[in-house]
């Protein structure tokens, strides 16, 4: 993959996009079960299960009917997101999360922004779009 511009990116619940979509972030991490014992000069460890989580902040839509307002709190859904847009042969990251928060932010400089937390539930893939 080439490097390329967060402009275009893209975030989909399902096949539905996210209205005023600013940024997306993804972590993957495994957790790591330490091993190290008395006498040992340097640490060790064992790795466990991986995992996944992220958020997702946009501009605050609420005619975002099938994006921003369907999401609520302990929600399951299936995420698409692509960092240089959807189209033919893009590679992207999919993914069912669960919606762990919601925060709102309001400034008094600014647009109102909404986030959403999700973690992951199973395996996050890098697809192909068809």
């Known amino acids: ?21 600013q940024k997306f972030s993804v972590n993957q991490n495994v957790e790591a079960a330490d091993t190290t014992v008395m006498g040992d000069t340097w640490q060790t ?18 005619a975002d009917t099938n994006g921003q307002v369907s ?13 240089d847009g959807d189209a033919t042969g893009k590679k992207y990251l999919t993914g069912t999360a ?22 992951g539930n199973g395996a996050l893939t890098e697809s192909t779009v068809a």
Do not use: R
């Open 1 to 21: 993959m080439a490097v390329h511009h967060g402009k275009n990116g893209k975030a989909k619940l399902g096949s539905n996009a996210v209205a005023s979509v």
């Open 45 to 62: 460890h064992l790795t466990g299960i991986p995992g996944w989580s992220g958020s997702l902040e946009c501009l605050y839509d609420p």
């Open 71 to 83: 999401l609520g709190i302990g929600d399951s859904v299936t995420l698409g997101l692509y960092t």
């Open 98 to 119: 669960s919606v762990t928060s919601i925060p709102i932010e309001a400034d008094m400089k600014g647009a109102v922004k909404i986030s959403f937390n999700f973690q």
